[in-house]
């Protein structure tokens, strides 16, 4: 009988008491513990940080039967146990009870599970006697998971994310001369607020988020689910059998992706398992929560899709979030849209861009859908229509749709110019899943975009209030479809005119090569 998926279960003694699969990453947790005591990782939401937090805490508390047959069982030190306070901000409900109070009863229940009656009424002061109170049975384990949330929660709402950071800056700053009293120190979040922020006092704090020694402590790579969850390939690969040749290659394109060192690449844990229970390719990690801040921004600065995919970026803007003035690179990185590509170890660049198909799908059909004014229905019908029509190769039908797509664009988001047209064009054919680049050197020229079907490869070339024919031209004297001339598949040359005045694709020529 195989285990069982551990969706929903974040607390590690859930997952081994449940019989649920547990990718072991313990010989990781080691290295990290006996490398230092304070430590700091940001990533996404629903990534694996709780999960790892947990198993951290059962480590510290010597619950040894817990991790029979892991790789840490003959490693630690079971005879010696620790005091742990572990504060999730997730479950403190800060919204109803306010910061302070929120953080006053999590402290005052962690006190009354130890048998300790705290004094002190100020949430710091209380938070160092609760530390040194617990040190009288050892030194303490510290974990604190999800620490930014009060802040994340109000990102629309500036003064109050200002005021809880201030709360949450002065509750840390007793860390400091706590120092003699802490074994360990471990803090997850999804943002990295700058140290001078909120953990200014804390100058022995290693951020491990970009460290590719932990580049893997969070997520899961090709081995481990190969090995991990062997049962559940088979099954999702007899179900699509007919269709895909290789199935890891084709959750490798959908799930895949996520980097935090240019190199090591790691699988979205939640989207993975809810693959393998319903046994559909689908967005379920961007489905968990509407970007609606993000979105906004893009709407505003009118941003394209080419501001946003394939950007560089330096290790000191990622470490950026300033809540009060947003850079939309670190934000989009911290949260998960976009990820490491590359790293050039000589100029220290970062090149971002999406992780994979069911990310960069997803996240352009919000884009879409927030610039037609969240007109859903419309949106879902018409990206039917597109599929059907471009894989059929009715190009006429596929224009068609597409421009009552444009038509129903806001009109103060449309930019007039090239750029702007061809990255709508872009995102259209990226949510419908279809192979898409765009900008691709010859030796003659820059091709705009190829599109490759199964059955069909577009090489296609964009022009704006001037003519398809010049455009067809321009491909033809270029020698563009040349660079294919190896693929089997027919190629069909399609130049694009833009109109600006009407806001839609004025004429188009699709020609056979």
């Known amino acids: 009988m195989k285990q069982k998926l551990a969706l929903g279960h974040q607390e590690f003694s859930e997952v081994i008491g449940n019989n649920c699969i547990y990718v072991d990453k313990t010989e990781t947790i080691y290295k990290l513990i006996n490398s230092g005591s304070y430590y700091f990782i940001s990533r996404p939401r629903r990534f694996g940080k709780s999960l790892l937090a947990n198993t951290i805490k059962e480590l510290f508390l010597g619950n040894k039967e817990l991790f029979n047959d892991l790789w840490i069982y003959d490693k630690w030190d079971w005879e010696v146990s620790y005091p742990v306070i572990k504060i999730s901000f997730s479950n403190i409900d800060h919204n109803k009870l306010g910061l302070e109070q929120a953080i006053d009863l999590q402290l005052n229940e962690i006190a009354k599970k130890n048998s300790i009656k705290l004094k002190m009424k100020s949430i710091a002061i209380k938070f160092k006697e609760l530390i040194v109170e617990l040190s009288a049975k050892g030194q303490v384990a510290i974990i604190i998971d999800e620490y930014d949330k009060p802040i994340i929660d109000y990102m629309d709402d500036i003064p109050q994310a200002e005021k809880n950071r201030k709360i949450l800056k002065i509750f840390y700053s007793i860390l400091k001369d706590a120092d003699k009293y802490i074994k360990f120190l471990f803090i997850t979040g999804v943002s990295k607020f700058s140290q001078v922020s909120i953990f200014s006092d804390l100058n022995n704090f290693v951020d491990i988020t970009v460290d590719e020694n932990y580049s893997q402590i969070v997520g899961w790579t090709k081995d481990e689910i190969e090995k991990y969850f062997p049962d559940y390939i088979k099954d999702v690969g007899n179900k699509y059998k007919d269709i895909y040749s290789d199935i890891m290659l084709e959750i490798k394109k959908w799930y895949n992706g996520y980097s935090w060192d240019g190199t090591t690449r790691v699988y979205n844990p939640v989207s993975l398992m809810n693959f393998f229970q319903k046994r559909m390719f689908r967005n379920y990690w961007f489905a968990t929560g509407t970007p609606t801040m993000l979105m906004d921004i893009i709407k505003t600065k009118k941003l394209t899709a080419f501001d946003i995919e394939n950007t560089y970026t330096t290790t000191e803007i ?13 934000l989009l990185f911290q949260t998960g849209y976009l990820t490491i590509k590359k790293i050039d170890l000589r100029t220290q660049r970062i090149t971002l861009d999406y992780p994979n198909q069911e990310v960069a799908e997803s996240f352009s059909k919000h884009i879409i859908d927030t610039q037609t004014n969240n007109n859903i229905d419309l949106t879902q019908t018409l990206l039917y229509k597109i599929i059907d029509s471009f894989s059929d190769n009715k190009i006429d039908v596929f224009i068609k749709n597409v421009n009552i797509l444009f038509k129903n664009i806001s009109y103060n988001i449309i930019e007039n110019k090239e750029s702007y047209y061809h990255s709508m064009f872009y995102l259209i054919i990226k949510m419908v899943g279809f192979d898409i680049d765009v900008e691709i050197e010859t030796i003659d020229g820059r091709i705009d975009a190829v599109v490759k079907t199964e059955t069909n490869i577009y090489v296609i070339e ?38 600006t005045e009407n806001k839609i694709i004025e004429d188009y020529i699709k020609v056979e090569n």
Not at 318 to 330: A, H, Q, V
Not at 465 to 494: F, G, H, V
């Open 318 to 330: 990622l470490d950026k979030y300033d809540f009060t003035k947003i850079n939309l690179n670190s």
């Open 462 to 499: 964009f022009k704006i209030n001037q003519s398809a024919e010049k455009a067809i031209q321009q491909i033809r004297d270029k020698k563009y479809a040349l660079k294919y001339a190896d693929d089997k598949r027919p190629i069909t040359l399609l130049g694009i005119n833009f109109d």
